[in-house]
């Protein structure tokens, strides 16, 4: 099933009122708005220009809650059970673009919600080549007190103290045109805990008055080297 059809089917159950063949305490995905990807120049991004291994950062579903776009380079595992903290399930649907390998994620840890700044970040993906001893390769690892998530698996927990996966951004590829859209999220969305906790600092780092607007029409997507001044490598 295309990514697109998955969310179709979602929106459309929720619109006619049916219960879908979910447990009780299964989560919906949730919709934000749909926002195209760009380029600094403003340029919608193209799937094929993601580069497989590196970190790019986004901004969804809102304005300071920063998000992790990766080319993972191969296919993902397709339609992944996971639960939440709380013992919430979900199914995480699988990536999206050519191969199937383009994956988004919220960027907030699930443990003590170490995240990406303009200053330095603690949390990245790693592949191959840039693993180290302690990091296994294609994780995203969080060097303040080592979570480990997958992303090919819905970045599922694989070590360290994380209760859950990462949120996950629901993307769609357009075929067409090759750009991509982040239209939602699925699995436990920390945002508000995070604005509570970060409060002062986001309003330094994106406005007090702009933090916690929605992103609307388009988000800028940069890469993490570009983004942030330095990349504590653990
Ligand atoms: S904040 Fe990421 S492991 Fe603790």
New binding site residues.
Partial sequence: MQRRDFIKICAATAAIGTQPAFAARDLKPRFYSRALLVDERRQPLKAAGLAAGRNYIFHYPFEATPCFLLNLGKPTVQNVTLKTGDGGSYEWPGGVGPNSAIVGYSAI?A????YPTRQIS??SYRDQSTASRITRPNMIH?C????EYDPASGARVMG???PQPLSAILLEHDRNTDALYAVGTLGGEMFNTFFEKFEFKLALDYGADRMKNRVSTHSVVIELESFCKQQVRC
């Fill in positions: 840890c443990h003590r919600m170490t603690f949390i969080c303040s007190e080592h979570s360290g103290p994380a």
